[in-house]
């Protein structure tokens, strides 16, 4: 009887039990949340649905009772970040189209100036680009430079002593091996050589925010490109719009698929290329002797009074010759006495030359780039280039070769050309690598247009110019070594003369 009684207690108890848990939860009651799973955040809650994020970004709706995926919103208008990034490195890389061309290099003025002007634009004002102050097109190549000093002044600079060693003009070629009483370069570790007594009197000084930047391993990407035939302009170790154009052209001329983060790659080049990136180089006293001048006067009349536009220093004249940063040199060799004899310096070792002749010339406006290309129609050598300005546009379509000059005159003609300070009269600025238009000029059928070299290397492909083609003093040098009148230069993208109705503000008349 009382094992009866005792079930029917259980029975009763157990529906009572089983009927609180059914009732309905009371209005405001709160629910109890259903805890995440596998690691994921519950960010908001919906009644009986749990909002998570996943790790793609995806917004998923949960039924807080089942556990089942009711449905998956993709990002939509939210940022994607990572989305975002890999966008903007394949832009970066070439492999995806750039939509409007909106990169932007911290390195280059250019670029940062149309930063500038765009945001200005958007608020409805506009300020014209940067141009350089050389007039690109008023050079006089023909005749060549006069052999005497008649016309010019001449007690600046200072001619030197009779028995003072003449410098011979550098040879724009590779490192030679050592020759008796020639600059002598070594293959051996700068950390083995001799070091100078602590002089300070010619030592090379370098501000030290000139190396903030600066990389080894970039500048030995830089001389693997020059060796390449894709010329980066200056060596300095900087990373920028020149290297990433010359790493396009390289893997183009090589067939190679090099990236500038593959540093096994770059070194197995280097070495199948002619061995290390940088060498050594003993400065002769012909490198010390010069001449060089004390300094070039901004003023084209001041200018106009010059024996010779040449180098202002050993560095300046090394810098060249080894188609590097002159500042880059010298924070590489500081305390250096480079107008010591003996001194024993670092530089890069560019290599050879490209040899192949060319054909034809493309002129690129947009990527600020010459591309040279042989017969049968392959690349074989690429320069950064500035290619005319939107003001004052360089031709369009295709042109000819018509004759090189190296060592070239320049004439500053006021009534033609833009007014230099107050400067109102014909002006014959003598040749050299200082010159308005550099150490070459290659002269197109075009009138008063050409490719010509530049006095400021280092701004090559950064700023604007009066509408011919400015290469590095070295680059022009080579190119000129590899044409020959009657070789096609087109020129494609970017405004020409027609678009904006009128002619290039460089005319001039042959003397």
Known sequence: ????????????????????????????????????????????????????????????????????????????????????????????L????????????????????????????????????????????????????????????????????????????????????????????LQTNPETQAALPPDTDGKATVDPSLSLGVRQDVAELQVLLDRGGASPGVIDGRFGSNVDKALAAYNQITGSNLKSTDAVGIKAALAQSGGDAFASYTITPEDAAGPYVASIPEDYSQKAKLDRMGYTSVTEALAERFHMDENYLKSINKGLDF????????????????????????????????????????????????????????????????RIALEPNYTYNPSINFKQGQNDKILTIPPGPNGPVGSVWIALDKPTYGIHGTPDPSKIGKTESHGCVRLTNWDARELAKLVSPGVTVEFVGGPSIADIGGTSTDDFTQQ
């Open 339 to 402: 107008n010591r004899p003996g001194t024993i310096v670092k530089v890069a070792n560019f290599g050879m030359l490209v040899s192949t002749p060319v054909a034809r010339i493309v002129a690129d406006k947009d990527k600020k780039e010459v591309f040279a290309y042989e017969a049968g129609g392959k690349l074989v050598a690429a320069y950064p280039a500035t290619i005319g300005s939107a003001d004052t546009p360089s031709p369009t379509g295709i042109h000819t070769v018509s």
């Open 94 to 185: 070439g492999r995806a189209p750039v939509e409007d061309d909106d990169r932007y290099y911290l390195d280059n003025p250019d670029d940062m100036a149309r930063f500038r002007r765009k945001q200005l634009e958007e608020n409805g004002r506009v300020i014209p680009p940067p141009v350089d102050e050389y007039d690109d097109n008023s050079v006089d190549a023909y005749p060549p430079a006069p052999n005497n000093d008649e016309g010019y002044a001449t007690t600046y600079p200072e001619a030197p002593e009779s028995d003072t060693i003449k410098r011979q003009p550098l040879n724009e070629a590779s490192i030679d091996p050592a020759q008796p009483g020639q600059g002598e370069v």
């Open 1 to 92: 009887m009382l094992r009866t009684i005792f079930s029917l207690s259980a029975l009763a108890a157990g529906l009572v039990s089983s009927g609180a848990l059914a009732a309905p939860i009371a209005d405001g009651a709160q629910k109890a949340v259903r805890p995440a799973q596998y690691g994921a955040l519950v960010l908001a809650q919906d009644g009986n649905i749990d909002i998570y994020y996943d790790a793609r970004g995806n917004r998923v709706l949960v039924d807080a009772d089942t556990g089942k995926v009711i449905a998956i919103q993709p990002p939509q208008s939210r940022l994607d970040r990572r989305a975002l990034r890999r966008q903007l490195r394949m832009q970066e």
